[in-house]
């Protein structure tokens, strides 16, 4: 179980409506980061049970309570659970899900200021191809900049096209950086040409001038009696 316990007494959290979506957990005090905030609880099942008891709600067949743990079984939060099943997912979460022994508490993941909702990435991964249909059957409304769209974690390969993505985009960036660069630099260096050209010119015709008018004193008539 995770070190950090609540700095002060009193009730910390509480269930109300959300306007991400039905209900969620908020924050009643202040809460301090690395603290571990409620247990999720709910009967331990295995996975044949939860897919016998699957869906608790027909009309939403994609939502559920369940919380998968590392040995298999599953933690029905419909069943025997609390406030831990009302907090929605985010993408870019608040906090985190710890597991210790088969049990699953929510711990702050940074320092949270009363009034805001609690959050936690759920982590969900299906074992069949992430089609634009499948995601959109597993939206999510977290509205945060990180949002994904989807509850769904994106898979190795998803991850790794999304790694390939964001280097190619990077490397057009930095591609198209240098190119600006270079176009400066030839900018530039026509400037520092013209410039160079131009003083070039200019001492030029100063020399003539000077020529001219040392020409022009040699022609002088010398005056009378010299």
Not at 153 to 165: A, G, S
Not at 184 to 206: F, L, P, T, V, Y
Request: charged share 40%.
């Amino acid at each position: 179980m995770p070190s950090k316990s609540p700095l002060s007494g009193g009730r910390r959290i509480q269930t109300r409506r959300s306007d991400v979506h039905g209900n969620g957990v908020f924050a009643v005090q202040d809460l301090a980061e690395g603290e571990t905030l409620i247990e999720y609880k709910g009967q331990v099942i295995s996975w044949k049970e939860a897919l016998r008891r699957h869906p608790h709600d027909p009309a939403q067949p994609n939502h559920t309570f369940y919380f998968h743990i590392d040995d298999g079984r599953v933690i029905d939060g419909n069943v025997e659970g609390n406030a831990a099943r009302w907090i929605n997912h985010s993408c870019e979460p608040n906090c985190e899900a710890d597991e210790v022994d088969g049990r699953v508490y929510i711990k702050a993941l940074r320092n949270i200021a009363a009034g805001e909702e609690l959050n936690y990435d759920y982590g969900l991964v299906i074992d069949e191809p992430y089609t634009e249909k499948l995601l959109s059957e597993f939206p999510c409304w977290c509205g945060s900049e990180q949002c994904r769209g989807t509850l769904l974690t994106p898979k190795d390969e998803d991850e790794d096209e999304e790694k390939d993505k964001k280097k190619k985009k990077k490397a057009k960036k930095k591609a198209e950086k240098k190119k600006a660069e270079a176009k400066e630099a030839k900018k530039a260096e026509k400037k520092a040409e013209k410039k160079k050209a131009d003083k070039k010119a200019d001492k030029k015709k100063a020399d003539g001038k000077k020529k001219s008018e040392k020409s022009s004193k040699d022609d002088t008539p010398s005056a009378a009696g010299d």
